[in-house]
């Protein structure tokens, strides 16, 4: 089976090396299999300064298939991901973040579980070893919100904010749906999913590869976030995600 697949990648502030650790991995992720035409999708969100022509010239020098598109006013990871998925058409979709934080043997695993096990929608799910690196708070508020998908929602995925995801387009049409900006579309999305009955979706374990950065978050986006939760957690109870494709 032939089949394409876009890695989708949302771009914010990135690091110095940004360009060349993505070329590192492209070329490398590449090489697990010979089955389908890899795309590469960046989107700048709002990135004034730091992505450059000469970062955009050696992606196109080193990426065969490789769309960049960019708009002035930052608008959220989530706003971004749902701006590049309407701009490509694949036949599979994987989500991650501008420094691939995750291993490429998981990548792999849950690209091969999209498209062996036909799920519509896979979710990386990070297990304990994960939270021997990250920072107390983050690893305290990404438990938190372990125990509500678990115990108040009864969600097949309780790790609903892991980077990475994959989809088929049944699962890009889910996806662009979410009206989410900022980080906890990945809540909607999967709450939306599960309110499809036409949606199989499943979850893979993944596993960060070693010195990934972690980004603080300000009080002021935890506010806003708190904000979107209690408005993605009310659509979901009355009703407004019991949609069909």
Not at 74 to 94: C, E, I
Not at 150 to 163: A, I
Request: proline share 2%; charged share 20%; glycine share 4%.
């Amino acid at each position: 089976m032939t089949y394409t697949l876009s890695i989708i990648v949302p771009c914010y502030k990135p690091s110095a090396r940004w360009a060349t650790i993505i070329c590192e991995k492209m070329l490398a992720y590449q090489q697990f299999s010979s089955q389908r035409e890899l795309h590469l999708v960046v989107i700048n969100d709002g990135s004034e300064k730091s992505i450059t022509t000469s970062d955009l010239a050696l992606l196109e020098k080193n990426i065969p298939n490789f769309s960049y598109y960019a708009y002035k006013e930052n608008q959220g990871k989530g706003y971004a991901l749902r701006y590049g998925l309407q701009h490509k058409q694949s036949d599979f979709y994987l989500i991650t973040d501008i420094d691939f934080p995750y291993t490429l043997e998981s990548m792999f695993s849950l690209e091969n579980q999209l498209i062996s096990e036909k799920d519509d929608i896979v979710s990386g799910f990070r297990n304990e070893v994960y939270y021997q690196s990250v920072p107390a708070f983050r690893k305290t508020l990404s438990q938190f919100f372990r125990w509500i998908m678990q115990k108040m929602l009864q969600l097949p995925v309780s790790d609903t904010q892991c980077g990475l995801k994959g989809f088929n387009n049944k699962g890009k049409v889910v996806f662009l749906t979410t009206q989410t900006k900022r980080f906890l579309y990945d809540l909607e999305f999967l709450l939306r999913a599960n309110r499809n009955k036409q949606i199989k979706l499943s979850t893979c374990a993944v596993i960060l590869r070693d010195h990934v950065a972690f980004s603080s978050y300000s009080f002021k986006v935890l506010f806003t976030e708190l904000g979107n939760f209690l408005r993605i957690l009310f659509n979901y109870f009355t009703g407004s995600y019991d949609n069909k494709i």
